[in-house]
């Protein structure tokens, strides 16, 4: 059983930075695939970026150039590190990990086998 963590959130104004935590069990960032989504009230989950075990990293276009995603394995933790945020930034960020094999698009929620319970973050204008 995989679980996931985050923290970090928290209230900022626009044009400032945050920087998301998730702590995993299990040697779960050294394995798998891991992710950031997030969703905003009314609003579907999105993806925000992802890490391989690799370190191969993909953004959302909203987020390309302001967010960076990266990884310690020897904390088993995945950061989200967020600069020039934007209140259309606001929104509950969920932690992810994708633990099967096989082929997969990495920016569908439905392509994750494991969730955090996700931490607010509100950009005020």
């Known amino acids: 059983q995989v679980q996931l963590v985050e923290s970090g959130g928290g209230l900022v104004q626009a044009g400032g930075s945050l920087k998301l935590s998730c702590a995993a069990s299990?040697?779960?960032?050294?394995?798998?695939?891991m992710g950031w989504f997030r969703q905003a009230p009314g609003k579907e989950r999105e993806f925000v970026a992802r890490?391989?075990?690799?370190?191969?990293?993909n953004y959302a276009d909203a987020v390309q150039g302001r967010f960076t995603i990266f990884s310690d394995n020897a904390k088993d933790t995945v950061y989200l590190l967020m600069d020039s945020l934007k209140p259309e930034d606001t929104a509950v960020y969920y932690c992810?990990?994708?633990?099967?094999?096989?082929?997969?698009?990495?920016?569908?929620?439905?392509?994750?086998?494991?969730w955090g319970q996700g931490t607010q973050v509100t950009v005020s204008s």
């Open positions: 890490i391989t075990s690799s370190g191969t990293t």
């Open positions: 299990g040697r779960t960032v050294s394995r798998n695939s």
């Open positions: 992810a990990t994708r633990t099967t094999g096989g082929a997969y698009n990495a920016r569908f929620a439905r392509s994750y086998d494991y």
